[in-house]
């Protein structure tokens, strides 16, 4: 099966009055469709600037990035970008906040807007549609960043560090409720993160990046015991998991709440650990 998104052999650095500031060097992974991918590093290691790569916003000094196989420049309106930030306005309602992409993009249709009102019905928002973003607490006002977001359709999700601007609870709720969401919407997701438990409780596969300039130290594949098999397999909810769904995309998949609770979250963050410590990272 052709990648949905393949990143090879990229290198970029920053030249700025003082000198260059080299901040990727030979990076390569791939992502298939649905698949859920984290990037992990230490502060400052170019994570966002590989971000600001995937979504075009700048160039690869070398090594290209293909979408379905063709240039990215081809590809622009897959993608779609959340932030740390949620960048709602106050002046717009939440309802209006949520179409200002389609609004951008003069998408913004009856058609659309209906299909905006479902979205917020979806997700439970849609009692607030009327009210200001800080009526709204912060877990809530990331779902609606995320609604901006997945109104456009983007194939492709590129997620910045955007659980860090929450407190450590609320963080873990709105980790489990927006990863969740991706996942049911099957998109091709890029997560990025320094923080590995976060990384362990949401990805299909981890890209474990050194310190500046990033390049890949490893890249893990990460997969945990269905629903059922943690329940105690039965005959009926083994017979509903579907064969065709890509992997780790069953409806039986664990939320990230339990997958933190599994031996296996600690063996792998024992494993990535080592990694990104390796070398005083
Ligand atoms: P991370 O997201 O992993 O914390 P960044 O990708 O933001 O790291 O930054 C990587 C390196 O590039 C840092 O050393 C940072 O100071 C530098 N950098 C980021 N943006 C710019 C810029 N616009 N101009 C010059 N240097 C930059
Ligand atoms: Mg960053």
Not at 7 to 33: C, K, N, Q, W
Not at 239 to 254: F, Q, V
């Amino acid at each position: 099966m052709a990648h949905k998104l393949e990143v090879r052999g990229v290198g970029y650095a920053y030249h700025t009055m003082e000198g260059e500031t080299p901040a990727l060097s030979d990076i390569s992974f791939t992502a298939d469709t649905g698949e859920f991918i984290a990037v992990v590093g230490p502060s400052g290691c170019g994570k966002s600037t590989l971000l600001s790569l995937l979504c075009g916003l700048v160039k690869p000094e070398s090594g290209s990035i293909l979408i379905d196989q063709k240039p990215l420049e081809e590809a622009g309106d897959l993608i779609g970008y959340m932030l740390q930030k949620d960048h709602l306005f106050e002046w717009r309602t939440i309802l209006s906040n949520v179409s200002l992409g389609l609004e951008i993009q003069k998408r913004l249709t009856p058609e659309t807007q209906n299909e905006l009102k479902e979205m917020l019905k979806t997700y439970g928002l849609e009692e607030f549609q009327d009210m200001r973003p800080s009526q709204l607490s912060g877990g809530m006002r990331q779902r609606a960043a995320l609604i901006r977001t997945l109104a456009l359709k983007p194939d492709i999700l590129l997620l910045d560090e955007p659980f860090s601007a929450l407190d450590y609870q609320t963080r873990l709720a709105v980790c489990d409720d927006i990863s969740t969401i991706i996942r049911k919407t099957k998109k091709t997701a890029v997560l990025v993160t320094h923080d590995l438990s976060e990384a362990i409780s949401v990805a299909d596969q981890i890209i474990v990046l050194s310190p500046r300039p990033a390049r890949v130290k490893a890249i893990i594949p990460i997969s945990f015991p269905k629903k059922n098999q943690l329940q105690g397999e039965s005959k009926e909810t083994a017979l509903k998991d579907t064969d065709h769904a890509a992997p780790g995309r069953t409806e039986s998949t664990i939320s990230p709440m339990e997958r933190r609770n599994t031996p296996e979250f600690s063996q792998y963050f024992n494993l990535i650990w080592k990694e990104l410590k390796h070398d005083g990272a």
